[in-house]
């Protein structure tokens, strides 16, 4: 299968329920931004908590912004819900959907499909999280995956490709000591590009972004982007600790 044409490379910083303080939240968009604005290949989506979002809006010409979630509907009585019409209207580009914390609390595979076509109606950008929680010797997994994205998709059209973002993310990766390899990294990459092939088309595909994510730090950046073969990676705890960030954008970007 070619590869997919080289494109820039994306870091997204999840920021899940963190930081506590207004504060903090400034000094992390600073020193992000700061750092952002020396790039030359690689470009950084911030996600923070909603409270925090204005703040990392303004112009930055490699640092956008994203958020962790939205809701289905544009507007309407659907109490403590933000819709993706109003998050495009505020500035924001990006929306991570299902990720594994959000499908714990019970999001199913449509409530994510849901979610992605509100997103790409909206004109953002979807994040799509996938990944699986376990891993069997027989590869199981692997079915349980593809079943996972082609569910997550269910309804998005041919011509949305050049919204979507694919996050492979396994779950348990996420918040662990270690990242997958880079071997299994390039592997599994393969095997969501080719479901995704088998979705929409070659062609189509090469311009979707697929990223990884589960304990990326600024040591394991980098061999994860070059041999894992990744187009980018989603960050979670390292990306709300500015001198680590600071120095994953580096490696990435000199990759
Ligand atoms: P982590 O989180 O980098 O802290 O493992 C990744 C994620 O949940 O997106």
Known sequence: MPRPR???LLVIGNWKMNPLTVDEAK???QSTRKASAKLTRAEVVVCPPFPFISMALGKSERMSVGAQDVFTEP?????G???AEMLKNMGLKYVIVGHSERRKKGETDQNVADKT???LRAGLTAVVCVGEEVRDAQGA???TLRAQIKASLEGVQRKHTKQLVLAYEPVWA????EAMTPQLVQEMGIFVRKILSDMYGQSEVMSVPILYGGSVNFRNAKD???QGQVQGLLVGRESVNPPGFVELLKAVDQK
Not at 75 to 79: E, K, V
Request: without cysteine; aromatic residues 8%.
């Open 6 to 8: 080289a494109t820039k």
């Open 27 to 29: 000094r992390i968009i």
């Open 75 to 79: 507007q309407g009585s659907y109490t």
């Open 81 to 83: 819900e933000v819709s």
């Open 117 to 119: 076509k509100a997103v």
């Open 141 to 143: 997994y692997l079915d």
């Open 174 to 177: 996420i918040g662990a000591k």
């Open 224 to 226: 994860i982007i070059v």
